[in-house]
C-alpha cells in the first residue's frame, strides 16, 4: 500500500509543474514575421510561430511604421486571412495604409473582413502587449518596435 501511494505522490510532483512550465514557454514565445512589399502601400503579414490576429496587426503597425514612415495612417485589411500571395502553403494578410471605400472601425483586432481599420498607432500599442513580435523583410533584416 505505501508503495502505491508514494508512487501516486511522485507522479503528482512530477506532473504539476508541466501546466506551469508550458505557460511559461507560451508568454516568451517569441513570433518573426515575414512581411513582404506587394506595391507602395500595401504588404503582405505571413502567419508564423503560432502568431494570432493581434501579433498580426502589431506586425503591420511595425512595417507601417519603420518601412513606410506612417506613424499617424489608418491600417486597412485589404485581403483577409488566406493563402499567401508570396510565400506558397502559408497563410498571410494583406494590409495598406491607401484608404479602402468598404472601410469599418473595428473594436476587436480581426483577420477576416475586409475593410476593417485600425489606426498605426492603435495597432502599435498592441505591441506593448506583445513584446516578442518582430518583423523579417524581403532582404532578411529583423525589426522590432
Request: aromatic share 6%; proline share 3%.
Amino acid at each position: 500500500m505505501m508503495t502505491r501511494m508514494l508512487k501516486m505522490t511522485l507522479a503528482c510532483l512530477l506532473i504539476a509543474p508541466l501546466p506551469v512550465a508550458a505557460e511559461m514557454i507560451e508568454l516568451n514565445k517569441r513570433f518573426v514575421l515575414p512581411v513582404a512589399a506587394i506595391d507602395a502601400t500595401s504588404f503582405e503579414v505571413v502567419e508564423n510561430n503560432g502568431a494570432g490576429a493581434a501579433h498580426m496587426w502589431c506586425g503591420a503597425s511595425i512595417y507601417a511604421r519603420k518601412v513606410l514612415g506612417q506613424r499617424d495612417a489608418d491600417l486597412y485589411l485589404k485581403v483577409a486571412r488566406g493563402p499567401s500571395k508570396k510565400f506558397s502553403g502559408r497563410k498571410g494578410v494583406v494590409f495598406t495604409v491607401e484608404p479602402l471605400a468598404n472601410a469599418v472601425a473595428q473594436n476587436s483586432f480581426s483577420l477576416r473582413q475586409v475593410g476593417s481599420t485600425h489606426s498605426v498607432s492603435a495597432s502599435h500599442i498592441v505591441c506593448r502587449d506583445n513584446r516578442e513580435v518582430f518583423i523579417r523583410l524581403d532582404s532578411g533584416a529583423v525589426l522590432r518596435r
